[in-house]
Every structure is written in C-alpha cells, then in structure tokens.
C-alpha cells in the first residue's frame, strides 16, 4: 500500500496554529470538566463531550464563566460564555449566557459586540421576562461607544462630536421607555437621555458657532432656531436665542432680531450677550466685506475679524445639573 504524506510549509503551520490551539484548548476543557464531574449527574443524562453529562458539563462551564464575572475576568467570561453557547444552544443556561456575554463584551470595552449580541437577543426572544436588559445594555453600549473608551481617563467635549452615536443611544433608550415604562433600568434610561438630548442641542449651537465664522448666516439662525423648538427646557436653549438675534440682525430682519431678543430678555436676563440695560452685544466683525488691509494680507492671523459665538454653558448648566448630568456606567 503507498501511504499519502502531506508536507505541511511553514506559512501553512503558521495559517493552521490557531485552529489546532483551539480544538485542543475545547478538548482540555471538556476533559477537565470530565475529571470533576458529578457522577450523580451522569447517572441521570445522556453521555456528553469527555463521557460525562450533558448537564453537569453546562453547568460547570456556567459556574466557570460566573466565577469569571466575579472576578472581573471579562475576556476569560467571553470565551467560556461562547462556548456555552456553541455546545449547548438549547440548554438549561442558554438564554442566561446569552444575555451574560452582552456584559462580558460591554465590560470587555467590546461595544459593538454587545450591540450586536443584544440585537441578537431581542430577535431571538422577544418576550422573554429580561428583554428589557438587553434593551437597556443596547443603549448603554451605544453610549459608551459614543464616549470613546478613553471618556474616563481623558475627558473630551461630547458635545464637538458627530451626534450620531448620541442620536443612536438615545433611540435605544427610548425604544425600553416605550416598551417597559416599569422596568428596573427605566430611571437610569432617562437620565441619560436627558443627557444625550443636552449633548444634542449644545451641538447644533457648536454647528452654528461655525456657519458665523463661515458668513452663513441662515445656516446658523436655522440652528438656533431648531434649538428652541425642538430642544426645550436645555442649557442650551439660551444661546439658540441668542444665535436667533445675531444672524437674524445679520441678515437685516430687524422685526425677528428683535421678537427673539424680546424671549431672550424675559426668560434669561443674565445671558452674556446681554449687557445690564438688556441690550445686546452684537459682533459684526464676521460680516464679508469688513476685514482690515491688516487682516487680509496676513490671512487673518493678525486683526481677526470677531465671529459670533455663544457658549453660557458654565452660566446655564448648573441650572439643569440634577437631571443633565451623565451617571457613570454600572
């Protein structure tokens, strides 16, 4: 007989390594898991991986991944809650694990997994008594994956980054208030939606700060305007009034100038803009034409023209602090 011999290259070897590591990782496991088995156990199910019961090997791979949790041995609990899965997709601690490895991922600062995983869940049970967890993690997740991971040891301005994310997180939430009013993570739900709305309409400010600089003012009085009618009750509402009266006297509508400068007075007479006999300090320097020979030749680096820009956040904040303020993940 002439025996076949496959010769394996080198870049071969280095393409199957990982697949080899993984199959004898899963056989020391469920070797391991054979050798401190329960032998009651065995008695009274079918025969799993390793010659002992399917049961017993689910649990001692749930309890393993549970330890893991404990100790906060987030990827560790990826892999065994993965693998409980994949062995036993319709067993005792199959819907728990599921629900399980969207933390472990969140936790593992793997936000798109856990979005996916709880996409997932929800798809697959979609009356189960947790859903309302998988709904309120797919927001948590969303949200942090709108902070960035390094938010916590080097704080940014949220409020200078593409809202997407933000808008994202915020439909999350608003899809478990809608859904599971009385849910348990209902409260925090709202807080942070209080707070993604805040990062919302101090962005639109943000964006019209910048059509100043750029002489579009339409642009940004269409901002300040989205501001007050979509965004009440905000710290941000006091500069889209404001934004309203500079562009609008920009664009020679005196009437509106005037109409919102009327609001901005009666509801926030301590706004910068405003001077102590309610006047507003208007800056025309942005306006196309009124740059300076100085200006013009250095390309603005020297006699810049002052551009409008609103920002009482430090003035107004404090106002909404209790119900704006963003709690911390759990």
Known sequence: MIQNTVKLTPAGLARALPKYLTVIAVCISLSGCALFGDKDKEEGS?????????????????DG?????????????????????????????????????I??????????????????????????????????????ATFTEGRGALEAFLPTDM??????????????????????????????????????????????????????????????????????ENFQKTPAVPDGLAVMVQAYKLLGKEELAEDSLQVLRENFPNHPALRQDGSFRYADGSQKGQRSWVSKL???????????????????????KEDGAAPQPN
């Open 65 to 101: 991944a549970q330890r893991q949790l404990r100790g906060s041995q987030w990827d560790a609990a990826v892999q065994t809650l993965q693998a409980l899965e994949e062995h036993f997709p319709f067993g005792n601690y199959a819907e728990q694990a599921q629900l399980e490895l």
């Open 298 to 320: 250095t390309f603005g680096l020297f006699d810049k023209p002052v551009s409008p820009s609103f920002d009482s956040r430090e003035l107004y904040n404090s106002v909404y």
């Open 159 to 228: 409020t200078q980054r593409d809202p997407g994310m933000a808008r994202e997180s915020f439909s999350h939430f608003a899809q478990l208030l809608a859904r599971y009013p009385n849910s348990i993570y209902a409260p925090d739900a709202r807080k942070r939606m209080i707070y993604l709305r805040n990062v919302l309409a101090r962005y639109e400010i943000h964006v019209a700060n910048y059509y100043f600089k750029r002489g579009a003012y339409v642009a940004a009085a269409a901002r300040g305007r989205y501001v007050v």
């Open 103 to 140: 933390y472990a991922y969140y936790k593992n600062y793997e936000t798109e997994a856990a979005i996916a995983a709880a996409d997932r869940f929800i798809r697959l049970h979609p009356q189960h008594r947790q859903v309302d967890y998988a709904y309120y993690m797919r927001g948590l």
């Open 46 to 62: 079918g025969k799993g991986p390793g010659g002992m019961g399917a049961d017993a090997n689910e649990k001692m791979l749930y």
